[in-house]
């Protein structure tokens, strides 16, 4: 490899300047947030600091070898890099295939919320800990393998009995489908969010890293609590009053070109806060880490 080439001499080598640094800037944005994104800067600095060393220290000292050498483990650090950064990849791919120009190709299925709604609000009054997970455009196939299959209808009496305190599935996610429950006792990814209040337990933070890795609506109820909350694309709001979680949820799933960030979930809700401050008006007495309060 010539690094000498890379070097900006004309102007369409000033164009794939621009380029690469809007690529760069596109991926810092994509992982802003989460632990991939130091990853990331310290892998910039890295490849940047060999580039270097071997375009103009190695080069001008004629160190033919290790200049070789160094050529050699850049390219290899691309694959590396696609290793590292998998499940950002992933979210990104995901996002391009949920664009609205697809929603003409897809079928929309029925739901029954108002059975889920009613469940929440039982459990919410008996202070019993659930997460329900309403799969919209991304099927949810890989959570559901986590879990045991069910395929039944989505009814509020069969959602009451999963999350009864000592039933075997009750520490786990459900996944809706349409008007089915697809699968219960699922594992759901925890949230990378480091703005996250230590307060949110264990489900909150699965709710969370599930709505972060697919468009999924979450329903959280709170253990401590019986506080019902919202998870939407890495964002968590409480429902106040419970009664009202059946027409947000019809909101959000009415239209799937719709933003979702758009939707009216909690009108007493500070929309100008920083995210942060939404995470921890979510459960604001949540323990990390109690008892029963493990969604995965």
Do not use: K
Request: hydrophobic share 45%; proline share 5%; net charge negative.
């Amino acid at each position: 490899m010539d690094f000498h080439s890379l070097l900006p001499t004309t102007w369409p080598d000033g164009v794939q300047f621009v380029v690469i640094f809007l690529v760069i800037y596109g991926l810092l944005r994509l992982v802003r947030g989460t632990i991939a994104a130091s990853i990331l800067r310290g892998a910039l600095l890295m490849v940047a600091a060999a580039i270097v060393l071997a375009a103009f220290v190695l080069s001008a000292f004629e160190l033919t070898v290790l200049q070789a050498i160094l050529s050699q483990l850049l390219n290899a650090v691309i694959f590396a890099l696609i290793v590292v950064f998998q499940p950002e990849l992933r979210r990104g791919l995901l996002s391009l295939g949920e664009h609205r120009f697809f929603d003409r190709f897809r079928a929309r299925p029925r739901s029954c919320l108002d059975d889920l709604a009613r469940a929440a609000v039982n459990l919410s009054r008996e202070r019993h800990g659930a997460l329900f997970a309403i799969e919209r455009r991304a099927a949810l196939n890989d959570i559901v393998e986590t879990g045991v299959q069910i395929e039944a209808d989505a009814r509020a009496e069969l959602l009451d009995n999963i999350f009864w305190p000592g039933a075997p599935l009750h520490d786990g996610g459900v996944v809706i489908r349409g008007d089915r429950v697809i699968a219960a006792g699922c594992i759901c990814p925890l949230a990378e969010r480091r703005d996250i209040s230590s307060r949110l337990g264990t489900r909150h933070r699965a709710g969370i890293g599930m709505s972060e890795q697919s468009d999924a609506v979450v329903v959280i109820v709170s253990e401590e609590t019986g506080r019902v909350s919202v998870a939407v694309d890495g964002e968590i709001r409480p429902i106040d009053p419970p009664s009202d979680l059946a027409r947000i949820l019809r909101e959000l799933t009415a239209s799937t070109t719709e933003p979702v960030d758009e939707v009216e979930i909690d009108p007493d809700a500070d929309d100008d806060a920083p995210p942060g401050d939404a995470l921890r008006r979510a459960d604001g007495d949540e323990r990390p880490g109690s008892e029963g309060e493990a969604a995965a």
